[in-house]
C-alpha cells in the first residue's frame, strides 16, 4: 500500500500553500502531517485528519475528501520552508505507510 | 515534558548486528506503543517497526522484515531495534516516536519523535 504526495510545491510569502497526500486507504485511516527541517526531527503538525497539536499555528490546517488528504498552510512564511510528509496506515490497519514527502519551496 | 532518546547508532561493517535503544521519560510509557522510522541520505521517511504498549503485538515492513525485531523493557522504559545483516543501504538516521493513540493494539500515527540516532554500514 503506498500514500503519494507531489514532489514539490511552490508558493509566494503570504499566500496559500495546499500539499496533497492520495491514497485508497484513507477514507478509513487517518492521516497525520509532519514538517521536517534538515538535521531535526520531524514534528507533528496535523493528526487524526484535522486536529492541530498545541502549539502549531492555526495557519496550519487539515482536511480529508474521499482518498486525498491535504494538508493547507495559509500566509506562508519563509520559516515554512521544509519537507512535509504524510503519514497513515493501511486497510487492515497493520502497515505504517509514509508518503515520499512534499517539498515546500517559499518564494 | 516527553521525551525520546535514541543511542547505540555507529560505524559498521556490512553484516553485522546493531541494536539501538529509545529511552523515554515524561510519559506513563507503559500505555504508548512506539515506533522506528528511518530516513536515508537525500530520502523520504520509512517507517520500519512498531511495537504496542504493552508488547503484545510487533510490527514490521516487508523491506526489513526477519532482520530486525522490536523489544522494549517496561522497568526502564526503553524500547529497543535489534538490526542484524546490515547492508550498506541501512544507512540512515533512525528515529523513534512515540504513537499518537493511547493503548491501542495497532498502529496509528506518531506524536512525538526522538532527534534520531545515525547508523553508517560501511567497510
Known amino acids: 500500500y503506498e500514500v503519494t504526495q507531489s514532489p514539490s510545491v511552490s508558493v509566494s510569502a503570504g499566500q496559500t500553500a495546499a500539499i496533497t497526500c492520495s491514497g485508497n486507504?484513507?477514507?478509513?485511516?487517518?492521516t497525520y502531517w509532519f514538517q521536517k527541517r534538515s538535521g531535526q526531527a520531524p514534528l507533528l503538525v496535523i493528526y487524526?485528519?484535522?486536529e492541530r497539536p498545541s502549539g502549531i499555528p492555526d495557519r496550519f490546517s487539515g482536511s480529508r475528501s474521499g482518498t486525498i488528504a491535504t494538508l493547507t498552510i495559509s500566509e506562508v512564511q519563509a520559516d515554512d520552508e521544509a519537507d512535509y510528509f504524510c503519514?497513515?496506515?493501511?486497510?487492515?490497519?497493520?502497515?505504517?505507510?509514509f508518503g515520499g514527502g512534499t517539498k515546500l519551496v517559499v518564494l | 515534558q516527553v521525551q525520546l532518546v535514541e543511542s547505540g547508532g555507529g560505524v559498521v561493517q556490512p553484516g553485522m548486528s546493531l541494536r539501538l535503544s529509545c529511552a523515554t521519560s515524561?510519559?506513563?510509557?507503559?500505555?504508548?506503543?512506539i515506533h522506528w522510522v528511518r530516513q536515508a541520505p537525500g530520502k523520504g521517511l520509512e517507517w520500519l517497526a512498531t511495537?504496542?504498549?504493552?508488547?503484545?503485538?510487533?510490527y514490521y515492513a516487508d523491506a526489513v522484515k526477519g532482520r530486525v525485531a522490536v523489544s522494549r523493557d517496561q522497568s526502564r522504559n526503553t524500547v529497543y531495534l535489534q538490526l542484524n545483516g546490515l547492508r550498506r543501504e541501512d544507512t540512515a538516521k533512525y528515529y523513534c516516536?512515540?504513537?499518537?493513540?493511547?493503548?491501542?493494539?495497532?498502529?496509528?500515527?506518531?506524536?512525538?519523535w526522538g532527534q534520531g540516532t545515525t547508523v553508517t554500514v560501511s567497510s
Open positions: 515524561g510519559f506513563t510509557f507503559s500505555r504508548y506503543g
Open positions: 487524526k485528519d484535522r
Open positions: 511495537i504496542t504498549y504493552d508488547g503484545n503485538d510487533k
Open positions: 503519514q497513515s496506515v493501511d486497510s487492515s490497519g497493520s502497515y505504517v505507510v
Open positions: 516516536a512515540r504513537e499518537a493513540a493511547i493503548a491501542t493494539g495497532r498502529p496509528y500515527g506518531m506524536d512525538v
Open positions: 486507504a484513507l477514507p478509513l485511516q487517518y
